[in-house]
């Protein structure tokens, strides 16, 4: 059974600071997906990761797969107060539809 | 385009009671699913379907029935609500191929009292 650990699952920042949020998965998943989540709002996908060694930057959000670790990360560059939402990571096991999602990290940018 | 359609947005129901939630989508996508999204949890698989008429359980399916009569539309039955069921539903659907990304819907607020 995959299943996916986020950490951290809170986090308080400065806006200007770099952090990265950690994705591990329990068995071999053939892709990696991140989602942002404002509140009470619905998910909006970030970015889909398919390979060993992907990384993929959009603004000042940027994304890695490593498959042998079977670990992702989301970096964050000088944070702004924009950024501040809850993201998730999610996994697919090979072969199946649907995803297993982390628990989600809830994000904080502080001026 | 619409994307994912999701109704009701909000419903409260009372213990025993059966209802749908409907989910529309106007992309042709294969692929739907549905999830439940409860405080602390991250989002829950329920069921989902590769194409019509065909369906299959998720991690959470018991208390739900789903159909998929056409691509366009995957709704969602409770068929004798229970308060554990109070959560906010979200539909998804993604395009055939690698590394499509899901698509969500609003979700539908559900209360079960």
């Known amino acids: 059974e995959l299943k996916v650990e986020q950490n951290p699952l809170f986090l308080s920042m400065q806006e200007g600071k770099n952090y990265t949020i950690y994705c591990n998965y329990s068995?071999?998943?053939?892709?990696l997906y991140w989602y942002r989540q404002d509140p009470g709002k619905s998910l909006e996908s970030l970015f889909v990761?398919?390979?060993?060694?992907a990384v993929k930057q959009e603004g000042r959000l940027m994304a890695s797969l490593d498959t042998k670790a079977r670990l992702s990360t989301l970096h964050i560059t000088a944070a702004v107060h924009d950024l501040s939402a809850t993201y998730f990571c999610?996994?697919?096991?090979?072969?199946?539809?649907?995803?297993?999602f982390g628990k989600g990290t809830h994000l904080i940018i502080q001026p | 385009n619409a994307g994912v359609t999701q109704t009701p947005k909000f419903q409260v129901l009372k213990t025993g009671q059966s209802m749908t939630l409907q989910c529309a989508q106007d992309?042709?996508?294969?692929?739907m699913s549905w999830y439940r999204q409860d405080p602390g949890m991250g989002l829950r698989l329920i069921h989902y379907?590769?194409?019509?008429?065909?369906?299959d359980q998720g991690e959470v399916p018991n208390g739900y029935n789903v159909s998929r009569s056409t691509t366009e539309d995957f709704p969602l039955r409770l068929l004798s609500a229970a308060p554990s069921q109070t959560s906010v539903y979200f539909c998804?659907?993604?395009?055939?191929?690698?590394?499509?990304?899901?698509?969500f819907g609003d979700g539908t607020r559900l209360s079960i009292l």
């Open positions: 998804a659907s993604r395009e055939t191929g690698s590394g499509q990304p899901q698509h």
């Open positions: 068995t071999t998943s053939d892709r």
């Open positions: 990761l398919l390979s060993n060694g």
């Open positions: 999610a996994a697919r096991e090979g072969g199946a539809d649907g995803l297993t």
């Open positions: 992309m042709n996508h294969e692929y």
């Open positions: 379907s590769v194409g019509a008429g065909i369906t």
